[in-house]
């Protein structure tokens, strides 16, 4: 049976003057999965995450439908898109380095602590057990953290607004390959958790590996879709996103 959508668009444009950024895209996430959208640098992928969550970061137009749940969210602003459960970890992470790593957890709860909601501290518990680096530096400033602690600490921002969707810009990078592991098994925990994903990666093997459905975007449109598991088999994928090693096990296999 298949998953209801969660997240939809229909020929999503992104224009900036005259420049077209995406020609028209359309994607579908689907309730408690993961699904992927990977390609080159320069593809679009970064842009078309931001339209989806209205936070284009240069003055610019988006047409098209952005369907969130049966509802279209096209007009929404960020805020009212944030509390319908549409959340955004940009590669840039967006820390406020001279807060502490607990307090920049408390503030991604700010939606609910309005609400005065008593569950922010079993949230931030939850947090803390999915990475216990983070209890441990908890008072520390966040701009002390490493590379990978930073990324750790976006995301349990991102978990404590407590997403239906989250969606994920490059988590992977510039991390160290164990730390890109720990990061993918908390990733891939989080469809059980009831949160869908919309992950954007150069990390296509990783991507690929944890995600349920895959998009490959080309200049601005989707050119390759399917099943995760069937894009790893698939030449065109192998030979541009997995390497020419993927293509040689396939062949012994």
């Known amino acids: 049976m298949t998953a209801s959508a969660l997240l939809e668009t229909n020929d999503l444009q992104v224009h900036y003057g005259r420049v077209e950024a995406l020609p028209g895209v359309r ?63 940009p590669e840039t992470r967006e820390l406020f380095g001279s807060m502490s790593v607990e307090d920049n957890l408390v503030l991604g709860a700010y939606l609910h602590r309005k609400r005065r909601d008593d569950r922010s501290r079993s949230d931030l518990e939850r947090v803390y057990a999915l990475f216990p680096r983070l209890k441990e530096r908890r008072l520390q400033e966040a701009r002390t953290l490493s590379g990978g602690e930073r990324q750790m600490l976006a995301l349990g921002r991102a978990l404590m607004a407590r997403p239906r969707l989250l969606m994920l810009d490059e988590p992977s990078l510039g991390l160290a390959p164990r730390i890109v592991g720990e990061m993918f098994q908390v990733i891939s925990r989080l469809p059980s958790e009831g949160i869908a994903v919309l992950l954007v990666e150069q990390n296509a093997r990783a991507a690929l590996r944890v995600a349920d459905y895959g998009y490959v975007l080309e200049t601005g449109r989707v050119s390759l879709e399917g099943p995760a598991q069937t894009l790893q088999h698939d030449p065109q994928v192998i030979d541009t996103y997995l390497g020419l090693s993927a293509r040689h096990k396939e062949a012994s296999a």
């Open 27 to 89: 994607l579908r996430v689907e309730a408690g999965r993961i699904a992927t959208l990977i390609g080159p640098n320069g593809a679009g992928k970064s842009t078309l995450l931001n339209a989806l969550m209205g936070a284009l970061l240069k003055p610019g137009t988006s047409r098209g439908a952005i369907q969130f749940d049966g509802e279209d969210i096209s007009g929404l602003s960020v805020p009212e898109r944030c509390s319908r459960g549409l959340c955004l970890v």
